[in-house]
């Protein structure tokens, strides 16, 4: 059972949702902010698919970028919600608090959104269906496999198809050049989820943020960061 499948990205300003269409339907990963649900249904449209071909949606993970539009898609669609279980206390809430910054910058930023009381908010929903490490899709239609990658998130998810590409949500992204986001809830587990990526070889790696890169690319990354960050939690 080998089907064919490919990825679709649909633009954004800010975090990319995904399209993995195949012969058996799509499965929608990450859903942009509140408002991207349109956007969303009309590029499944200009696939040449309907929404009731959409078979799952998967969250990588539960920030307002992310999982913003998974209430309003999943009406659209009728598809279920699948994430992780340990980010299931945002999706409920319908808000999180800005995670921890990282690094001057993302430390700065956190100061000043704590300071200033600002909570992400989006539609709030009780996902369908918990994933959990090593799971497949392949009731979905796909030939995936789900990796957990905590660390930004402590539900974080990665899915492995079986081509060789990942999509990894904000385990490390791409915006200036590939490197982890701002923002974490547990620095060291997002590296050893970097590592467990890393193990996985895979060729190619779309992220939330960004163009897709290649395996090369975490090496690269995992080289320079991976031993120094650990010592300065940087
Ligand atoms: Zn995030
Ligand atoms: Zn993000």
Known sequence: MNRQHFIHTIPSLIANVYLVASDAGIIIVDTGFSNAARNVLRAI???????TDVRLIFLTHVHMDHAGSAAELRRQTGAPIAMHRADVGKARAGKHNMPNGRGT???LFEYAFNGLRLQMRYEAFAPDILLEEGQ??????LNARVVHTPGHTLGSLSLALDDGVMLIGDALINQFR???PMYGEDNALAYDSLRKLRALRPRMLYSGHGK???GSDVERYLEIKGSSAERIGA
């Not at 497949?136 to 239609?141: N, P, Q």
């Open 178 to 180: 590939v490197g982890m």
């Open 105 to 107: 910058a993302g430390k």
């Open 45 to 51: 449209e200009q696939l040449g698919h309907t929404r």
């Open 212 to 214: 897709p890169f290649s």
């Open 136 to 141: 497949t899709l392949k009731e979905f239609g």
